[in-house]
């Protein structure tokens, strides 16, 4: 028994149901580079990490993990880690240069040989369509605060799944809409960078509108496994002051709820709405959108990482929300351990968050489409890579996740975030969510221990189901 086959021990007990997906993720900008290839126009992206200030030590995608040449290396070393699937996005920007009109077919090309690789290899395709590379184009005309744009971005998912609806069969619209509009047009942490709370609220309308036309498009299209991937983080009251625990309500409101809720059950909830309209910046609801966004799902995709305690007060100078009317929030810190991200690890609250699923949204199965961790890890004298806090906290988090199955929410697969090391948007390449180290010097890559444990779980898990 090697020592990956010991730690995986630690799961002992724990088994999954038969048929369970275990992937790896990742996101196009994050990877990719090759910015300019094949046709590629600019993103979102592309500009606001080239602004100077935006991103640190300026960092951008231009490089990133040049998966877009090496990617017969990267599904060779999927395959060898036993992954049974793989959750790639698509650059919008690849495809549709300009955000609508003519398709870029080398674009499409790439994609169509990285889906043969992987299934030439066993490893099943779990297609995004949007990880917030909105083609710079449409941002000049608005971007997500514009109405037209959801229509644009059904236009983008009819032309990708006519071209690799034959060959991937799990599709998801959006990667954390919460992102792009309230850390795109809030906080203005991520592209492309507006402090607007007016523009943030016409942004997570449009992009839910979008979201339900584009699953119009792909159910025309035959799709039969389609999902929408929301960003949940529990929010906690630092006490039980009337005042405490409002703040974590309205935070909770509009990190989970506000996307939870018009995606499944086809309505915002009352006092998020009351909230929004409160601050001045309503959401732009027109007759029958609720509607286009209920539209049916097969899965939820669930995104989890940290949860966080909060209390009224004054934020910290330079600190912008990113919630609608939450000037008057502050985020404590984490008890330690903290990731290199400044994130707390609270496996407990997975468990919390799966079961509060389960019942928020019953009868829908739950994908775990990103769980993971950033830390500092380097590669040793001998060429290895031991990362224990992140085989740490990838175990006990897999065992969180076996928890609420046994207590009952139907959780289907499991994607780790991230299989290499890549560009952490406005945290550039100081952040290291990797199974796989990159060197980013030349693009070595080298299985890190938590990679190595991850692979010795899924070989028993397929041994014993
Ligand atoms: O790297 C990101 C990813 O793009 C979206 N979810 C969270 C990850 C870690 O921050």
Not at 8 to 24: E, I, M, N, Q, S
Not at 45 to 72: E, I, K, L, Q
Not at 427 to 446: E, I, K, N, P
Request: overall charge negative; some cysteine; proline content about 6%.
């Amino acid at each position: 028994m090697t020592t990956f086959d010991v730690r995986a021990d630690a799961l002992d007990g724990r088994t999954f149901p038969p048929g369970f997906v275990f992937g790896a993720a990742t996101a196009a900008y994050q990877i990719e580079g090759s910015v300019d290839a094949d046709g590629r126009g600019p993103s979102i992206w592309d500009t606001f990490s080239h602004t100077p200030g935006r991103t640190f030590g300026g960092h951008t995608g231009d490089v990133a993990a040049d998966h877009y040449r090496r990617f017969p290396e990267d599904v060779a070393l999927m395959a060898d880690l036993g992954l049974s699937a793989y959750r790639f996005s698509v650059a919008w920007p690849r495809v549709l240069p300009q955000g609508a009109g003519r398709v870029e077919q080398r674009g499409l090309d790439f994609y169509r040989r990285l889906v043969d690789e992987l299934l030439g290899r066993g490893v099943e395709p779990w297609l995004t369509l949007y990880h917030w590379d909105l083609p710079q184009a449409l941002q000049e005309s608005g971007g997500w605060t514009d109405r037209d744009t959801a229509a644009r971005f059904a236009d983008y998912a009819g032309v990708v799944v006519a071209a690799l609806g034959d060959r991937v069969r799990h599709w998801s619209t959006l990667n954390e809409p919460m992102c792009s509009a309230l850390l795109g047009h809030r906080s203005g942490q991520h592209a492309p960078g507006q402090q607007d709370p007016v523009a943030a609220a016409r942004a997570v309308h449009h992009l839910l509108l979008g979201h339900g036309l584009a699953a119009g498009a792909l159910r025309d299209a035959g799709v039969e496994s389609l999902g929408i991937t929301l960003n949940f983080t529990p929010m906690t009251p630092a006490s039980d002051s009337v005042a405490d625990v409002d703040a974590a309500r309205r935070l909770d409101g509009q990190q989970n709820r506000m996307f939870l809720e018009p995606a499944v059950h086809g309505r915002y909830p009352a006092d998020v709405v009351a909230d929004l309209t409160a601050a001045g910046a309503p959401l732009p609801v027109q007759d029958g959108d609720l509607d286009v966004i209920a539209a049916p799902l097969d899965w939820l995709g669930v995104n989890y990482y940290f949860e966080q305690t909060v209390r009224v007060g004054t934020r910290p100078p330079g600190r912008p929300t990113s919630f609608i009317g939450g000037e008057d929030v502050v985020e404590l810190d984490p008890e330690p351990p903290t990731t290199t991200m400044g994130w707390g690890v609270s496996p407990e609250a997975f468990t919390d968050l799966l079961l509060w699923l389960r019942d928020r949204a019953p009868g829908l199965p739950l994908v775990v489409t990103e769980n993971g961790s950033a830390w500092a890890d380097e590669v040793d004298a001998e060429g290895a890579v031991h990362d224990p806090e992140r085989v740490d906290y990838l175990l006990r988090h897999l065992d969180a996740m076996a928890e609420a199955i046994e207590r009952g929410a139907d959780v289907r697969g499991y994607f780790a975030w991230s299989l290499l090391d890549n560009y952490e948007w406005a945290r550039g390449y100081a952040q290291r969510f990797g199974l796989v180290h990159v060197d980013y010097a030349t693009q070595r890559r080298t299985v890190k221990d938590s990679g190595h444990t991850y692979a010795a779980v899924l070989r028993r898990h397929r041994e014993t189901s």
